[in-house]
């Protein structure tokens, strides 16, 4: 079969196969050369799903009449200027685009209109590309001192095949719309419209610069929810610096859709962030469930290498280790920084169940749900004398190192400190207790499991992972990358417990494993520890196991519900719970206690 040279207009269509892959890709190039154009209000229509027509339009600095036609050129653009050697770098991308591909890739499947204003300009133009065939630039009437309106109609008509590839118009829609979400929340100072069939769906006002702006736009995009149980994160570490928010770990969802990354600005996936994000939480989380967060990377263009997918969507870092350190870091500081927080939507639905028909109404003040008010618990009076410690973990049922005696002199309020003062035990089960403005219900079991697994963490942190050395070594048979790698990670995984050395192309020896495991499927999990080496570039298999392990014997060694517990151990336990990292949920993720405010528990009865 001969070698034949394709057409101007068929590439265009091929390379519009890679940028333009549904309506909601369409969306994306257009609002980015619109944040490049330095626009700061943006509205974006779209009807049938985009594929009847979308529309962009910003007030950014415009094109002129000679810059229209070059718009509508392949690899055409002005946002890659070459040096004084007349060379272009493609390692220090600053925009968002730089390919110079989405107008022409779009407007060689569809019917495209770009009506702009330069800025300093007193008349607007026009253009009009129809699958490919390029019109002639002429006046056009436009509103606005300056900007541009990008129209696209009958997205993929040059194609009709396509058509039968794209999902129905809601399904578009909805894509359409979390595109823009995303795009919103990478850029908080730009104003962003959505409309969708003649009918508002979004409006998100520009926020001011700075944190404060930041969290505005997430709350707006991700809900308040998220506002009012989110931790703020801000490290850098040689270079690169992380900023952003992240949930609380009792504020979680079902799958990771609610995990955003953005590097430099720009939206991107990455499996770094979802194995980061799954490192820094596996001490708080079920596997089944994930947290939220929206986080933002920020380092040299040189550092990052964005031209590794055709649509942007994907980034490759020279450094990912640095990457992921520097998201596991800030994340669990920002974790540990939270106390025994735990997160408002548990009191929320704890109203909502008093109310009428269970339905929960949002009251007129929500500051009053979170058991965290003002940034911080207000430090209750010192105690004259320690409270006793968590002591030996043991299986014993009962509170370990909590003793009735136990009682300092002179002894604060009780109703000062966070947690409050014990008043009941109901079903042998949930401890209810009393705080200056409000009522705490604790689940017993819960609490005292977190508080024994953090003990059992401290403990196998200073004395090491213990090992066991096999009888008779294991080969474990792997593909020879794989092998490399775990090879590779031999220091790493012998601190974890696991002993392993290079066997030969293919293979790697097991001498040890940690002694926590007991007998286990060495194969298994070395084949699961290459996966995770793989894909998250750490051995997040063997550290899970290890901390399932330690979730299991904490949840045995912790006091059972129906046990009966006397003041003294009550309250010893909710100071216990106020001085303990992450006793605001157990180990499964679930909350550890409930608090309602006395202003809500009074909105319930009438009195407000």
Request: net charge negative; charged share 25%.
């Amino acid at each position: 079969m001969p070698i034949r040279r394709l057409p101007p207009e068929m590439i265009n269509r091929i390379a519009a196969g890679e940028v333009v892959e549904r309506p909601a890709s369409a969306v994306k190039e257009l609002v980015e050369n619109a944040l490049d154009a330095g626009a700061t209000e943006i509205l974006v229509q779209a009807d049938g799903g985009g594929l009847a027509r979308i529309l962009v339009a910003d007030d950014g600095s415009g094109l002129t009449a000679a810059e229209l036609p070059l718009a509508v050129e392949r690899h055409a653009t002005s946002k890659l200027s070459p040096d004084a050697e007349g060379a272009y770098d493609l390692l220090r991308i600053a925009t968002m685009g730089f390919r110079g591909e989405a107008l022409p890739s779009i407007g060689s499947v569809a019917r495209l209109s770009i009506t702009s204003r330069a800025r300093g300009q007193a008349e607007a133009n026009a253009l009009q590309v129809d699958a490919g065939a390029v019109g002639a630039v002429g006046p056009a009437a436009f509103a606005g001192p300056h900007g541009a309106r990008v129209e696209v109609r009958d997205l993929f008509h040059a194609t009709p095949a396509r058509l039968k590839f794209m999902k129905s118009e809601r399904s578009e829609a909805l894509a359409i719309t979390e595109e823009v979400k995303r795009q919103a929340m990478a850029n908080p100072a730009v104003g962003f419209t959505l409309e969708l069939d003649g009918r508002r769906a979004l409006r998100l006002p520009a926020e001011a610069e700075g944190s404060a702006g930041r969290l505005a736009r997430l709350a707006a995009v991700l809900g308040r929810e998220f506002s009012d149980n989110a931790l703020l994160i801000d490290h850098e570490r040689e270079g690169v610096r992380l900023s952003g928010y992240a949930g609380l770990p009792t504020y979680n969802r079902g799958n990771a859709a609610h995990q955003h990354l953005f590097v430099n600005g720009r939206p991107v996936r990455d499996r770094l962030l979802q194995g980061a994000l799954r490192g820094a939480y596996a001490d708080f989380l079920a596997r089944d469930r994930h947290p939220v967060a929206a986080l933002y990377v920020e380092l040299d263009p040189t550092q990052v290498d964005v031209n590794v997918h055709p649509a942007k969507a994907e980034v490759r870092f020279r450094d990912p280790g640095l990457v992921r350190g520097l998201i596991v870091g800030g994340l669990r500081h920002a974790l540990a920084g939270a106390g025994h927080r735990a997160a408002t939507t548990v009191a929320m639905a704890a109203l909502g169940g008093f109310r009428p028909g269970g339905g929960y109404t949002p009251p007129p003040r929500a500051s009053g749900y979170s058991a965290w008010s003002g940034g911080g618990w207000t430090q209750p009076p010192p105690v004259a004398q320690g409270l006793p410690g968590m002591g030996e973990i043991s299986a014993r049922a009962e509170f370990a190192g909590i003793a009735e005696d136990a009682a300092p002199a002179p002894t604060p309020d009780l109703l000062d400190f966070p947690l409050g003062a014990a008043r009941a035990q109901v079903h042998e089960t949930y401890i209810v207790a009393q705080t200056r403005d409000g009522v705490v219900i604790v689940d017993q079991h819960a609490a005292h499991e977190r508080l024994v697994y953090e003990r059992m963490k401290v403990e196998m942190a200073e004395g090491g992972v213990a090992r066991q050395a096999l009888l008779l070594p294991e080969v474990v048979e792997l593909d020879p990358a794989e092998a490399e790698r775990v090879v590779g990670r031999a220091e790493e995984l012998s601190g974890l417990g696991l002993v392993v050395e290079a066997f030969g192309p293919g293979a790697v020896l097991v001498r040890e494993t940690p002694a926590l495991l007991g007998e286990t499927d060495i194969a298994g999990l070395v084949r699961d520890i290459a996966d995770d080496l793989g894909q998250h570039g750490s051995a997040l298999a063997l550290s899970e196991r290890l901390q399932e392990v330690c979730s299991t014997m904490a949840c045995h060694g912790s006091v059972r519900a129906g046990r009966r517990l006397t003041a003294p151990e009550m309250n010893a336990l909710l100071r216990q719970m106020e001085a303990t990292p992450h006793s605001g949920q157990c180990n499964h993720g679930r909350p550890t206690y409930v608090e309602l405010k006395l202003a809500d528990i009074e909105r319930l009865f009438g009195r407000r």
